[in-house]
T-cell receptor, first 106, second 123 residues
């Protein structure tokens, strides 16, 4: 079965750029989606199909996907960006989630 | 604005069957564009997809749960449901229902989610 690998945690200084990776075999050939989940809340889709932002998501959130790694980039990180982040894709009609990355803004 | 709302018992005894419903408002569950799924998050762990369905009744499941899962639709109530049999403590989690586009397409992300409901398996 397909597996997605994310770092357990990422730290970023306030106002700097955070990058969260999602590794998978030939992930660059698949559509990757990213979610932000804050404590006690439902996940929110922040990037769909590698690079696209849903309506209402700040331009500070961007995505890329190539080779064996997809990346979520958060520019000008804010305290409000602290959350768990998950990558997700579909593989043979099976939804696969990465293990999640806890983002801390210092 | 599309809204999804889970409803369920909160507490289920080991070996029994967990039953949850998701009521969709602000849109039709019979849309030919979208699919409807269940995802859970156990305490201290990450998201786990349980399964999804299309309004026609077509379903597909996480292979690790497939033998215990049933997902059904009631278009007259604009609602879909999850049944998970033979539950154990490992099934304790917050359960979410969500909408997504066709799998493996660009629109395949889960774009609308319910608020989630905590299900505890305990005697």
């Amino acid at each position: 079965s397909y597996e997605l690998t994310q770092p357990l945690s990422v730290s970023v200084a306030l106002g700097q750029t955070a990058r969260i990776s999602c590794g998978g075999n030939h992930i660059g050939s698949k559509n990757v989606h990213w979610y932000q989940q804050k404590p006690g809340q439902a996940p929110v889709l922040v990037i769909y199909s590698d690079t696209n932002r849903p309506s209402g998501i700040p331009e500070r959130f961007s995505g890329s996907n190539s080779g064996n790694t997809a990346t979520l980039t958060i520019s000008r990180a804010q305290v409000g960006d602290e959350a768990d982040y998950y990558c997700h894709l579909w593989d043979t009609s099976t939804a696969v989630f990465g293990g999640g990355t806890k983002l801390t803004v210092l | 604005q599309l809204q999804l709302q889970e409803s369920g018992p909160g507490l289920v005894k080991p070996s029994e069957t967990l039953s949850l419903s998701c009521t969709v408002s602000g849109g039709s569950i019979s849309s030919r564009t979208y699919y409807w799924g269940w995802i859970r998050r156990p305490p201290g762990k990450g998201l786990e997809w349980i399964g999804s369905m299309y309004y026609s009744g077509f379903t597909y499941f996480n292979t690790s749960l497939k033998s215990r899962v049933t997902i059904s639709v009631d278009t007259s109530k604009n609602q879909f449901s999850l049944r998970l049999s033979s539950v154990t403590a490992a099934d304790t989690a917050v359960y979410y229902c969500a909408r997504h586009g066709p799998p493996e397409y660009t629109s395949g992300g889960f774009d609308y989610w319910g608020q989630g409901t905590l299900i505890t398996v305990s005697s």
